[in-house]
């Protein structure tokens, strides 16, 4: 979810992988080492055709096709780390009052249980008439 908006009133964009039912982002990760914690980066690119309406960059979504080639190194990274082409993403619009967050505050299952208590008004946005 991308968050975008004035303090009182935020405007939510959910991205979601078209005909997939979840979506992996290419990420680094680095195990823990002389007491420091394991670490982790997404990585960003520049916005695909689906995200530049609302960004400026954007996570590098892994297509499920490309997921091993990620892990096991098999692609090029110029061939992995881009964006997808027109239409891959979904997004959905919503708008969300913020001053009910700040009531519980941001944090883990507090932000959960806010963001659904909270009155919404939801959009689909297809891709295709942006």
């Not at 490309?66 to 098999?74: C, G, Q, R, Y």
């Not at 507090?110 to 942006?130: F, G, Q, Y």
Request: glycine fraction near 6%; charged fraction near 25%; include cysteine.
């Amino acid at each position: 979810m991308e968050f975008k908006g004035k303090k009182r009133s935020k405007t939510i964009h959910r991205f979601t992988l078209v005909g997939v039912p979840f979506m992996a982002i290419a990420a680094i990760w680095r195990p823990s080492r002389k007491g420091q914690p394991a670490a982790f980066t997404m990585l960003t690119t520049e916005p695909g055709p689906d995200v530049e309406p609302v960004r400026n960059r954007q996570v590098v979504v892994l297509h499920p096709i490309n997921w091993k080639a990620w892990i096991e190194l098999t692609k090029p990274e110029e061939e992995l780390l881009c964006p997808l082409p027109a239409g891959s993403l979904s997004v959905e619009t919503t708008q969300i009052r913020t001053h009910s967050l700040s009531q519980i505050g941001r944090k883990g299952a507090a932000m959960n249980e806010a963001l659904a208590a909270c009155p919404i008004k939801s959009e689909a946005v297809d891709p295709a008439t942006r």
